[in-house]
């Protein structure tokens, strides 16, 4: 073993240490414990108020401040959710949780929705807009504002776990990965065509297409900032999730008698335990949860803080309006798309197949599951996967800007360097390991949710207070 083999291995082992102990009972306990407490506090607010948020998600203000619509607030928020996540998570955390994760993913999500709604309306209650229209909101603001100056440290690292987090992680490399891999086990997936090696690593042309045609198409949406990425948005998330949403239901409609028994497998394994990892029943309920739980938080992101630096952008004048909307983000992105995925891949076998692993799964539930024509389910996915975590990146570029730009105080100069590493590491990403990639993508998503939770807990009284009067006004 080399010496750059050496360093590699140690820095993966220390990324698993890292991974293991911030996603370990203590952050997911207070991620459940923000939930409920936000759930109880705003009044149950994800089931009886949902039917308006639904509403309120179409309809537009029009005399309200912000650089965007509501509608294209969601929609930039969701462009970040709606991302490998979505196909790459569930795949992943089904395969080493079993399929009793889905389940903790839809109890994360429940009480993610009251955690979100709580994130949107603290955006736009703290945000600031400057005198040429630009808005500037998010969790380092509703802490900074909120909670008090002294507190600003907390804000300052979020911002920097925030940063970190979008150029490392989330916002990059595992969307950009997941892409690649999808395209190379559309059109090459014997690796007939090698472009180039690196030690035992070998990448096609598959590859590396991809990763130069997505970079150059994230430069040119991320440089007209805020405005370009909704507007795209806008237009990309929702067709591509009906269309993700359809191709699954046709699926499902086909195998229409194995529907039923993976739901049995899904609420029995969630507490008993079965994973084709294998070990003994109790280390298998906590992977479920554990997998579930953190796979779900990367999807739909409630918790982490990401979301309402969107929402803080939003044409409005209500906080609890926005909040609402933002809400609507959790239903859509879990209980909707990450469920059907969750469904194909369970009724299809594909979760314990020998080999897969990633995008792989899910392409190969796909093709089994549209038996009539599998390569058109694979390639369904392919096309799924190449949008979501195209619209992803974009999304996930502005949070991250946003963090960087709080950071240094405005200082547009290093955001803009900022947004060159951004591209640089689109271009880079398929060709680091997968599993070393999404551990610290985990691990990152992690630190950020901590200094948010704590401001969430610390400004559930203001959320409970605007709660109430905006319902006690508009109750109708």
Known sequence: MNVLELIGKKAADFINVADAWIWDWPLMVLIFATGILLTCRSGLVQVIRLPRALRYMFQNEQDGEGEVTSFGALCTALSATIGTGNIVGVATAICLGGPGALFWMWLAAFFGMATKYAEGLLAIKYRTIEPNGHVLGGPFYYIERGMGKNWRWLAKLFAFFGASAGVLGIGTVT???????????????TKAHIAFSIGDMHYTWATVCTAVIVSFLVALVIIGGIKRIASVAQVIVPFMAVFYIVVCLIILICNASAIIP???????????????????????VKEAISRGVGRGIFSNEAGLGSAPIAAAAASTKSCVRQGLVSMTGVFIDTLIICTMTGLTIIISDAWFQEGLEGVAVTSYAFGRG?????????LCVTLSLMFFAFTTILGWDYYAERCVEYLTNGNMAVVKVYR????????VGPFLALDIVWTLAD???GLMA????????????????ETADYFAKHNH
């Open 370 to 378: 549209m038996t009539i024509a599998p390569f058109v389910g694979q």
């Open 443 to 445: 691990a990152l998503n």
């Open 420 to 427: 060159y590493l951004w591209i640089l590491a689109v271009l």
């Open 262 to 284: 993976a739901f049995k497998l899904i609420f029995g394994s969630a507490f008993t335990g079965t994973a084709a990892v294998g070990g003994f029943a109790g280390s298998i």
């Open 175 to 189: 969307q950009i990965n997941g892409v690649a891999g999808a395209v190379e086990a559309l059109f090459d997936p």
């Open 450 to 465: 901590f200094p948010n939770l704590v401001a969430l807990v610390a400004l559930s009284g203001v959320v409970a207070r």
